[in-house]
């Protein structure tokens, strides 16, 4: 099973203790009804695997259907499996309600406080324990070496396991675990000097409810102390990273209306409330909790257009993108100042990209395809669009575009949203998108236009770290850039797009050291940026297609050239800019030429 972003728990490196082949400590543990379950009742068995893990952890979750496999081929061999849950913060209850929706195949047991996790020395979850039929320990840490199961090259732990059972040494005995704190014991406050109610809530509030919440995209909820403090290592540690909020583009590089960013202070006060034991404080300290909008955040819409999907997600296996025609309803051309996205499930849809299609070829890939929509790859809609509606991404707010601007949905163009669906260990319904659709309100002098800066004459030779790839655009006339988007694939590595104005001087449009192939977005710009005719727009992307890339798709490394499919690779970077010469409200003989 595979979780959005992907992005919050994955990568937490603690060395957990090596194995020593001394006997693992005896325990007993109630099962999700209460029953006591001894570690020595499965002496009889061949081999033990203990899995600590939990159900809110995205690196835990998409390993489960893997768990579950390998519980299923070797207890006919023999071996016994059993997870451990030792989080405070996940209830027999809640714990049982995910086994049921997930159909997860291991028996669990509640480690109410944490006490196994400590005698076993595991810190991170989802840690694998192994022990032979003599209850010694033979491996610690890793089920494997990726979170996506299509990413996987080694199996530690199925190797480990067809060692033991081969009466083999195990060649690996031990990997450092990636994923999330065991949240055991309760908080113990060592300080008072920052504390949840004062200093904590506020950043959270502000920077990260919007998908942290019940019910939201975020893997789990911090909307509250019990929930914050539960994770406040992973707050500090993505935070600290600035893996979260999720922003790539680098800071002093650019100046974004849409902009998510942490202070250094406030990434300081982070890691100083878990370093010092993340304490609640005060309860009368509390902020007012942020108000999110149950109805339209831009008002009363002037048109809603649902996209009628009930698309299943699947439990496990690959990130899906499915594109969805949208007949145009209107029976004129229209000025559309902005659009509200509501996706058909929160939990399930990563991002949306919203195309438009004058040439109905969107319209014949919907009807080849049986399901609903039609399939895409996350390359875009597999058709040349005839322009932009933006999208939706976890945290975006809508924006009315500046006064006097307009995107132009022509009579008959069609709407196309792809949409990136991340697993979240069960199967999701997507019960339709929704878009609300605000006209123009004053007489629209200027239409949004878009350029694509782009080298399809790529070659990325197999092996290389840092490929580098450029492409350049002359401005040929005067012009305002609204947004821009740079979009590579998953051998992307980072990418610039950089002008320099006629007089020499430099302006970053935008700048990723980063590349996540999950968390592309269309940067809008505070303020139109002037952008001279004869400014040279220079894109210059790098590529890692070595076997150091663990998102390579290719094991070993290939060749890799231009392509539509995730495999092959692209250097794009779009601009959205209007015309400084246009005025669409006077009479096309007295524009300025």
């Known amino acids: 099973m595979r979780s959005i972003a992907t992005f919050l728990c994955a990568g937490v490196l603690l060395a957990a203790a090596p194995p020593d082949g001394d006997r693992a400590p005896d325990f007993t543990l109630p099962d999700l009804e209460g029953k006591g379950v001894a570690l020595a009742s499965l002496k009889d068995r061949k081999a033990v695997v203990l899995l600590f893990t939990g159900i809110q952890c995205p690196r835990g979750r998409a390993a489960e259907p893997r768990l579950g496999d390998m519980a299923k081929k070797y207890g006919e061999k023999g071996v016994a499996f059993l997870a451990i849950n030792s989080n405070r913060n996940e209830s027999p209850a809640e714990i049982a309600d995910h086994v049921k929706k997930s159909a997860f ?33 033979r491996y610690r840490g890793l089920i494997d070496d990726h979170k996506n199961e299509e990413f996987v090259r080694t199996h530690h732990l199925r190797d480990a396991l067809e060692a033991v059972l081969e009466g083999r040494e195990v060649a690996v005995k031990s990997t450092e675990p990636e994923g999330c704190a065991v949240r055991g014991s309760d908080p113990a406050a060592a300080s008072k000097d920052v504390t949840y109610s004062k200093h904590v809530a506020p950043i959270l509030n502000k920077h990260c409810l919007s998908c942290h919440r019940t019910g939201q995209v975020g893997p789990f909820s911090i909307d509250g102390y019990e929930q914050a403090s539960a994770w406040s290592r992973e707050i500090m540690l993505y935070t600290k990273r600035k893996s979260m909020p999720p922003w790539k583009p680098l800071s002093n590089h650019g100046e974004y209306y849409n902009e998510r960013r942490l202070t250094d202070g406030e990434l300081a006060t982070l890691e100083s409330w878990h370093r010092n034991g993340a304490p609640e404080g005060d309860p009368k300290d509390l902020p007012a909790k942020p108000v999110f909008p149950t ?114 949905l022509r009579k008959g163009e069609r709407i196309i949203l792809e949409t990136h669906y991340h697993k979240t260990g069960r199967p999701e319904k997507d019960e339709g998108h929704q ?8 007489p629209v ?44 694939h998953l051998l992307g590595k980072e990418m610039s797009v950089v002008a320099t104005f006629p007089d020499g001087t430099k302006k970053d449009l935008v700048v990723v050291k980063d590349w996540d192939f999950n ?13 001279p005719k004869g400014t040279k727009v220079r894109v210059e992307a790098f590529y890692d297609n070595s076997e150091k890339n663990r998102n390579n798709p290719s094991n070993p490394p290939k060749r890799v050239t231009w ?31």
């Open 105 to 137: 195949a291991i028996p669990v047991l509640k480690d109410e406080k944490g006490r196994v996790a400590a005698l076993y020395k595991v810190e991170v979850q989802p840690t694998a324990v192994l022990l032979d039929a003599t209850g010694a320990v």
């Open 445 to 488: 002098k200027k239409m949004i236009n878009y350029h694509m800066i782009l080298n399809p004459m790529l070659g990325i030779p197999a092996g290389a770290e840092a490929h580098r790839v450029a492409a350049n655009w002359t401005v040929p006339h005067d012009l305002h850039a609204l947004d821009v988007m740079p979009h590579m």
């Open 295 to 408: 109805e339209w955040a831009m008002g009363t819409p002037d048109a809603v257009l649902k996209v009628g999907s009930g698309w299943i997600v699947a439990s496990r296996g690959p990130d899906e993108y499915r594109c969805y025609v949208l007949q145009n309803p209107f029976d004129e051309d229209k000025w559309i100042s902005t659009v509200e996205y509501r996706p058909g499930n929160l939990r399930a849809v990563h991002h949306i990209l919203a195309f438009l299609d004058r040439s109905a070829q969107g319209e014949k890939k919907d009807a080849a395809d049986p399901d609903p929509g039609y399939k895409s790859n996350g390359s875009g809609p597999g058709i040349l669009p005839s322009g932009s509606l933006g999208g939706w991404a976890p945290g975006n707010l809508p924006r009315r575009l500046p006064e006097g601007t307009g995107r132009l």
């Open 519 to 531: 968390w592309q977005e269309t940067y809008q710009f505070k303020e139109p940026l002037a952008l």
């Open 435 to 442: 878009l609300a659709i605000y006209f123009s309100r004053e």
């Open 563 to 593: 392509g539509e499919e995730t495999t092959d690779e692209m250097c794009i970077a779009f601009v959205g800019f209007t015309l400084d010469t246009e005025d669409r409200t006077k009479p096309k003989d007295e524009e300025k030429k």
